[in-house]
Structure formats: C-alpha cells, structure tokens
C-alpha cells in the first residue's frame, strides 16, 4: 500500500486560512486520495477526497499537485472546533481499506 | 440518510470474558462494513471488513472475530478477552469502490 508523509503537528490562529501538506510519491494512477479527521474520543470523520483535480465541499477544499505526488487540505477559516488529528490517505478500490497513518495533529489559537 | 450505530460506547471486561460488539446501519443496503481498532496514542488498524452477508475478510491475526448476520449489522466476538485487547474499537460502512468510509461513534473496551 501507497503511503503518505504528514507533519506530525501544526498550529494555527482562529479564523485564519489553514494549509495542512500530505506527500505521496509512491501514488499510483487508480489511488484516490481521502482526508479524514478525528476529534478526541471521537470516530474519525470523512472531510474530503479526490483523485486528479481540486475539489471543494463545504467542510474543505483539496489543491492536488499535477504530479499527483502531493495534495494540501485547505480549511479557509479555522474555527476551535477544526483542532484534531488529520489523516491524509490513499484509497485504492481494489482492496477497499484504509491505511491510516499517524496524521497532524492542528492546534486552533483563539 | 444514512446512520451508524455501535453499542456500548464504554466496556470493562476481565481477561478471559467472552465479547460481542454490535454495530447496525440504517438507510442504505448491502453496505461495505469494517471495523478498526485504535490503540491509545496510535493510529486506527483494519481488523475485518465484509462486502455483504457471511463475507469477512480478516486483516490481521489475532484473538478477534467477525459476522456478518445480517445485510446491516456487523458483529465483533471473542471467546476469552486477553489485556491486549484493549482499546478503542470503530465500525464504519461505505458504498465500496472509492467511496469514503463513515464512521461510528467506536466502544471504548477496558480489559482488567
């Protein structure tokens, strides 16, 4: 399975633009690439996924480089309630699971 | 809509007990269903996943296992609890392909 490269943590300030980085050089062509998170003592929750275009949804937006060896999750205004571990993933189809990493954990400063 | 539901959410059980995890979803059919575990501090392992009734697939070895009796409901057992069974335990379904996974609220298991 393909991995994935995440800061271990990251910090911002609330209502701020935040821009969380994920490497995956060893992707291939059919893996989508999923970002899940995870507030404490909570089941991760799914946030965003894409597979070659940036895509944008109410919660995010995903910028995916054209190599496809890196993408960025992008929360445009960062409240207190965004501070969690983020889990950037590469999907495959094919065998249905998820390789969950370590992730970055986002600290939100009021 | 769709909607997960895992019980209990918290368990404390002696080494040796037996286990049953009870995970149910609604307002969708013949989802694709998992469950993980999260050790403290770690991140989530795969440890069964089924893509429809009386199909597991088992992903590492271990003291666990998996049914699938019904088309929404997925079931996590043990016949004798070891210490190392312990920790936060995540069913979730999806549509299969490369759609995401949605996740329960997960059981938090103690073993004493």
């Known amino acids: 399975d393909a991995k994935t490269t995440q800061p271990n943590s990251m910090e911002s300030n609330e209502e701020e633009p935040v821009h969380l980085p994920c490497n995956h050089s060893t992707i291939s062509g059919t893996d989508y690439i999923h970002w899940y998170r995870q507030l404490p003592s909570q089941g991760p929750e799914y946030v965003i996924h894409?597979?070659?275009s940036n895509v944008n949804n109410r919660m995010a937006s995903l910028a995916i480089a054209e190599d496809r060896k890196s993408s960025t999750l992008i929360l445009h205004r960062a409240t207190l309630r965004d501070a969690a571990v983020y889990y950037c993933?590469?999907?495959?189809?094919?065998?249905?699971?998820?390789?969950f990493g370590q992730g970055t954990t986002l600290q939100v400063k009021p | 809509s769709q909607t997960i539901h895992q019980w209990p959410a918290t368990l404390v059980q002696p080494v040796g007990s037996p286990l049953s995890l009870e995970c149910t979803v609604e307002?969708?059919?013949?989802?694709?269903l998992y469950w993980y575990r999260q050790a403290a501090g770690r991140g989530l392992q795969l440890l069964f996943y089924?893509?429809?009734?009386?199909?597991i697939s088992s992903e590492v070895p271990q003291n666990l296992s998996a049914s699938r009796p019904q088309d929404r409901q997925f079931i996590l057992s043990s016949k004798k609890l070891l210490l190392s069974d312990s920790g936060f335990y995540l069913c979730?379904?999806?549509?299969?392909?490369?759609?995401?996974?949605?996740f329960g609220d997960g059981t938090r298991l103690s073993i004493l």
């Open positions: 307002g969708t059919s013949n989802p694709n």
């Open positions: 979730a379904w999806s549509f299969g392909g490369n759609q995401p996974q949605h």
């Open positions: 993933i590469l999907f495959s189809g094919n065998t249905g699971k998820l390789i």
């Open positions: 894409g597979l070659t």
């Open positions: 089924s893509v429809g009734i009386g199909q």
